[in-house]
C-alpha cells in the first residue's frame, strides 16, 4: 500500500506494515492483536516458527522493532499515533 505524505511524497507500506501498524493503533482483530503479542514474547526459535506461517506479519514486527517502519511512520506526523491513523485513512 502506499500512501502520501503532507508534502506529496509517496511512502511504501507491506501488508504486514499495515497489519503491524493497525495493532498498534489497536485497529487489528483479536487474532492479530494475539499473534503480534505473541511475536514480541517469542524467542528467536520459536519466532522462526511462527514466521514459516505469519512471513508477513513477522516481517512488520521486525521493520518495526530494528527496521525503518517507524522513521517513515514519523514522516506523516511527528506522533505515532496520529500517524498511524492517517496511513491507515488513507490506504482506505
Do not use: C
Not at 512471513?55 to 517513515?72: I, K, M
Amino acid at each position: 500500500m502506499k500512501a502520501k505524505t503532507f508534502s506529496g511524497e509517496e511512502v511504501e507500506f507491506t501488508r504486514g506494515e499495515i497489519d503491524y501498524l493497525k495493532f498498534q493503533n489497536h485497529a487489528s482483530g483479536g487474532f492479530f492483536t494475539l499473534l503480534f503479542t505473541l511475536i514480541g514474547k517469542a524467542d528467536l526459535d520459536n519466532l522462526e516458527r511462527i514466521h514459516r506461517g505469519f512471513p508477513e506479519q513477522v516481517q512488520g514486527f521486525v521493520a518495526w522493532a530494528d527496521g525503518d517502519l517507524a522513521e517513515r511512520v514519523r514522516k506523516f506526523h511527528d506522533d505515532d499515533y496520529a500517524a498511524i491513523n492517517i496511513i491507515l485513512h488513507e490506504g482506505e
